[in-house]
C-alpha cells in the first residue's frame, strides 16, 4: 500500500511540473569566457579576431559599465560580444546563452545600450570626403578600376526587411512589397562607407533620400567644386552626381555607361559585403522584428562595425552576393541643369 501511494505523488508532481504548477528550478552553467576562445571560432560567431574585440570593449566600457550599474546586469565582454552575435546571424544562437549563463531575454535588453555605444564611434569610422586632401586617393583609387575621372564615391540604397510596424505601416511598403527602410549607402573604391542614411521608410524614392541628406544638401550647396558621386539611372543628373545615359547612340557615349556601371558596381558590392558580414540586415535571415526606430540603429551600428573591419583589414566572410536590386524609376519632373548636362558631355568626349 506504501508503494502505491508513494507512486500515486509521484505522479501527481509530475503531472503538476507539466501544467505548469511547479517550477522547474533552473540550471545555470558557470559564464565561460567567450574571449578565451581560438580566433577562428570568435571571427566565425563575431567577425573580429580577439585583439579587436577586446579593443572594442576596452572603447565601448565606460557607457557600458555605467549602464550595466544600473541595471546591476551582464560583464561588457558579454554585452559586446553577443550583440555581435546577434548583429552576425540575426538570432540569438542557443550556444552564446548557454556558454555565458545567460538567457536570451537579458540578452535581448543589453543590446541597445551596446549599439548605441557603437553609433556614437561613427564620426571616427564613417567620415565623407568634402576636401581636396581627402578627395585626391579616392579619385585615384576609382580612376584606376574603370578609369572613370573625378569620383569621390558610388551611391546605391539598400532595403532592409522589418516586420509590419504598428503605425503607418503602408508607407514602409517598397516597391518589392515588404515592408522595408530604404538605406542610402555611399562607399569609396575600397568599399568603405563615406556615408550611410537609415531613417527613411521602405516607399521613399532613392533620389529623395540623396537630396535631402546632409551630403545631398552640401554637395547641391557647392562644396565640393571638382568631383562628383556616381549614382544609377534612379537618380537625377546633377553638377555633381553623374548618371548613366538613358539610351546612348554612339560608341563614346556606350563607353561612358560602361566605365559609368563597372565603376559604380563597388557600392553594390559595398553593400552585399555589409550584409553579408552582417546577416541582420539581409533578407535571406529573415526580417528584424523591432521598431523602425530600433532598426535604424542597427543598421548605423553595423556601418560603422563594416570601417572597423576595413580599418583593421579583417578577412571577409564567404562570399554572399544578395541579389541585385533593380534602380528606382527616375526621378519625376527632373530636368537637368545645363551645367550637369555639359559636364557630363565633357567626360562623354574625353572617352
Known sequence: MKKIVLKMAALALLEDIANGQIRRERIFREPEDLLANYDDWLMSRFRFPRPVLLELCAELRPALECHTARSQGLSVPTQVLTTLGFLATGAFQRELADRSGVCQSTLSRAMPAVWDGIIRMSSRYIKFPYNAVEQANIKAQFAATAGFPNVIGAVDCTHIAIKAPSQDEFVYVNRKHF??????????????????VARWPGSTHNSFILTNSMVGNRLEAGTVR?????????????????????NPNTDQERRYNDLHSRTRIIVERAIGLLKGRWRCLDRSGGMLLYRPEKVCHIVMACGVLHNVAHRHGIPLPEQHNPPLEEPDAGPVNCNPPRGAIRARQNVISSM
Open 179 to 196: 515592408h522595408s527602410i530604404n538605406v542610402q549607402v555611399i562607399c569609396d573604391a575600397q568599399m568603405q562607407l563615406l556615408n550611410i
Open 226 to 246: 571638382d568631383g562628383w558621386l556616381l549614382g544609377d539611372r534612379g537618380y537625377p543628373l546633377r553638377m555633381w552626381l553623374m548618371t548613366p545615359l538613358t
